[in-house]
């Protein structure tokens, strides 16, 4: 309660000294896109843990080869890929001197728009956006298809998400001849809604997210993406580090933006 109180109003400041509930460790350094650094909490009510006196969170791998080798080199602790091959790979070949963890939480990724805006807060705009977007080309270019697409509930929370069977018949998750028939009445939203007349419209990408290899055509997917559905050119995707994107979500001016959904990540166990 007391560093509640005292972070109280801080909320926007971007300091690892604001950062609550770390739990087995105590921040000391927050670079956003490029590192967290913190030391053992002496106050964590497990006195046997965290095992460390501190770590450091590299975050600006954009190039996984060079993650690999830096990896390799000992020069961090641990490394993910895109592809999960490499990783068992690795371990298959040092297995004495490596170990594979098995994560829970799953690359949950969406489109949002800021309703609290006017033009966004018109409902036709929310629809011909959410049928206009083409949730199977998304997981085609950057997940190598080795994905799901989700409704309001992601398809890894099994026993409540929408049923995939029932995804395929819903307006804005169907593809083929059902798609462009998707398509057709999301310009007839847009087109009464008053869209061409927005001007430019910039959709926002995470440098922390765009800024890796497997990821960096994600600004021009997402844009092109739209500019296909809606027939112009209007749509640009932009890339800004979360010193710029976090301030603008509290003050609720943000532009619509594609990033991680942070609130349902973790597999339902009876799935």
């Known amino acids: 309660p007391e560093l ?11 300091d690892a000294g604001n950062v609550i509930g770390t739990g ?27 095992y460390l006196d501190g770590q450091v969170w590299i975050q600006n791998f954009t190039d996984p080869v060079a993650y690999r080798v830096a990896f390799e080199q000992k020069q961090v602790m641990g490394f993910t890929d895109p592809d999960p091959t490499v990783t068992l790979a690795m371990n298959a070949d040092r297995p004495d001197e490596t170990n594979v963890r098995y994560s829970g939480v799953a690359n949950t990724v969406a ?12 409902n036709r705009i929310t629809r011909a956006i959410d049928m206009a977007i083409d949730r199977r080309l998304i997981i085609q ?6 994905a799901k697409p989700s409704g309001p509930v992601t398809w890894i929370q099994d026993a409540w998400a929408i049923p995939q069977e029932d995804l395929a018949t819903t307006p804005g998750y169907q593809s083929g001849a059902e798609r462009e028939k998707d398509l057709i009445e999301a310009n007839k939203y847009w087109q009464a809604a008053g869209g061409p007349g927005q001007g430019e ?19 021009d997917l997402i844009s092109q993406m739209f500019n296909d559905a809606f027939a112009t050119s209007q749509f640009k995707g932009v890339s800004k580090t ?30």
Request: aromatic fraction near 16%.
């Open 4 to 14: 509640m109180t005292a972070v109280e109003g801080k909320h926007t400041e971007i």
């Open 24 to 50: 087995p460790f105590v921040l000391t350094e927050w670079v956003p896109g490029e590192r967290v650094s913190a030391v053992k909490n002496p106050s964590y009510w497990n006195k046997d843990k965290p």
């Open 111 to 122: 489109c949002y728009t800021n309703t609290n805006l006017p033009f966004w807060n018109d």
């Open 141 to 146: 270019q950057l997940h190598a298809g080795l």
């Open 201 to 219: 419209i910039e959709w926002t990408i995470a440098k922390l997210w765009s800024d890796r290899a497997s990821w960096a055509i994600t600004p």
């Open 242 to 271: 979360y010193g710029e994107i976090i301030p603008s979500w509290f003050a609720k001016t943000f532009d619509p933006f594609f990033a991680w959904i942070p609130n349902i990540e973790i597999p339902d166990t009876r799935a």
